[in-house]
């Protein structure tokens, strides 16, 4: 029989209408802030997406963005160096041979552009060079999140409030509104860690929303079960908030207080790092009782909000009624 855990938790649901709904991604608009609009550099133009020259620069098979090397057939159809390999040398316009031919005035013309953000249409004003744009994308701050799922590996990316709607109606995962909580953690077969299920719900307070992790996994020889919150934003934002859990029974408790991580940091570096409530098998079923042939923890605790304190420079806790 497969092992599983049971959560049983006693905080509030969060009513249907608290949780958001997807969020329409808009198209690349042509308005810009205005300090970006006086770029009059003739050696530096501003090409918006959607214009010819951008399309010159989208290769036709992995329509991104063309960087040097761009390569060229001998009828002049281009491509990035990257999918040059994935059609096997053949142009996937017209299936001549590509050859070794560099398009240099389509490079050439690419040093000359500056361009939006590819996450122009999230909010991210920015405009840079061609070439260092790439750059920028990685650590935008306006790019879309990974799902925060960690029973699978989902593929769904989004805002926030897009994440939230996916959590709940595509991985019907717990929702629950309120700073403090109180689950009770079940497992039959505790011995067994590899077929223990994937625990995560999502708590929505301050505004924000949390998950909170539960998983047991193998930490060298050693089985052990581990509890962690993830906030979901950036990591600046997640700096904002602390939390605590405790576990406990037979007269003895472990604490664990703590920052949230950004859900920018993966679910697995989270947990390689450890950073989090960490319960060797042994400790868990000892708070468990009984004959230890059966895993029941409860773990509660609280999130709450840092604020700063303008005399003394030093933050003091806003908690959660």
Not at 179 to 189: D, G, P
Not at 219 to 242: C, I, K, Q, T, W
Not at 251 to 257: A, N, P, Q, V, Y
Request: net charge neutral; proline share 6%.
């Amino acid at each position: 029989m497969e092992s599983r855990i049971e959560c049983i938790s006693s905080t509030d649901g969060i009513d249907e209408d608290q949780v958001p709904h997807p969020h329409t991604y808009s198209q690349f608009s042509s308005s810009k802030p205005s300090q970006n609009n006086n770029v009059n550099n003739l050696n530096s133009l501003v090409i918006h997406p959607g214009t010819s020259v951008h399309e010159l620069l989208e290769c036709p098979v992995c329509t991104n963005s063309m960087y040097p090397p761009i390569h060229q057939c001998h009828n002049g159809h281009t491509l990035c160096s990257t999918c040059k390999v994935r059609v096997q040398n053949r142009c996937p316009t017209c299936r001549q041979e590509l050859g070794d031919i560099r398009c240099l005035a389509l490079e050439k013309v690419a040093e000359s552009l500056e361009l939006p953000c590819k996450y122009f249409s999230l909010g991210c004003p920015e405009i840079f060079p061609y070439y260092t744009k790439l750059k920028h994308e990685v650590v935008c701050n306006f790019r879309p999140y990974n799902c925060p799922y960690a029973g699978s590996e989902c593929s769904v990316v989004g805002d926030i409030p897009y994440l939230v709607a996916h959590l709940r109606d595509d991985h019907k995962v717990d929702m629950h509104s309120g700073c403090t909580f109180n689950h009770r953690y079940v497992k039959s077969n505790p011995r067994d860690v590899d077929n223990a299920t994937w625990m995560l719900t999502v708590f929505h307070c301050f505004g924000q929303y949390f998950c909170l992790h539960f998983e047991a996994f193998q930490l060298g020889m050693a089985p052990v079960y581990m509890a962690f919150l993830r906030f979901m934003g950036d990591e600046v934002e997640a700096r904002n908030y602390s939390y605590s859990l405790e576990v406990g029974g037979n007269g003895r408790k472990l604490i664990w207080e703590g920052t949230p991580r950004s859900i920018r940091d993966s679910h697995r570096k989270v947990r390689d790092s450890h950073d989090g409530l960490v319960i060797q098998r042994n400790m868990a079923l000892f708070f468990s009782g009984g004959d230890r042939k059966e895993l029941k923890l409860r773990v509660t605790g609280r999130i709450w909000k840092e604020q700063q304190n303008p005399d003394g420079g030093v933050c003091i806790p806003n908690l959660c009624s």
